[in-house]
């Protein structure tokens, strides 16, 4: 199985110009806590989560300032096996999807949950994740 066959697709996106209050808006419709940032192309310039908007005081400002840039991703040809371990190893939630540097979907330890075939797995990466930054520090 491919990141393909589980990845969420129909993602939306801002602009790096965009208010941090688009993508506000956008989290709050979709019922999502991270948004792709992607120029006119669709290429994936880097993510922004509730988080940053919070921590990083990003609601009245261009998504720009507060946008992370370097960001894991996978691709959509990718074992689903391997890009379950890059949650575990970078101790993230959320995965972009791209082919060549365009983005084409989302993938999130969710979308894991959903097939059964990774139940003892999905335990095993949401300990790793809860517990990240304690390997980091």
């Keep these: 199985m491919v990141v393909k066959d589980l990845m969420s697709t129909g993602i939306r996106a801002v602009r790096p110009e965009d208010p ?3 993508a506000a808006e956008i989290m709050r419709a979709e019922d999502v806590g991270i948004v792709p940032v992607c120029d006119a192309q669709n290429h994936l310039l880097g ?10 005081r990003g609601l ?24 379950a371990l890059l ?4 101790g ?4 972009p999807v791209v082919d060549g540097d365009k983005l084409v979907g989302m993938l999130s330890l969710k979308d894991l949950a959903r097939k059964k ?17 304690q390997k980091v520090h």
């Design 20 to 22: 941090g209050e688009t």
């Design 92 to 95: 993230i939630r959320r995965l």
């Design 47 to 56: 993510i922004l989560t509730d988080r940053d908007l919070i921590v990083r």
């Design 87 to 90: 949650f575990s190893k970078y």
């Design 117 to 133: 075939i990774f139940t003892a797995e999905i335990g095993h990466i949401v300990y790793h994740v809860s517990n990240y930054e």
């Design 60 to 83: 009245s400002r261009p998504v720009s300032e507060t946008m992370t840039c370097d960001v894991r991703t996978v691709s959509s040809r990718m074992d689903i096996h391997d890009a």
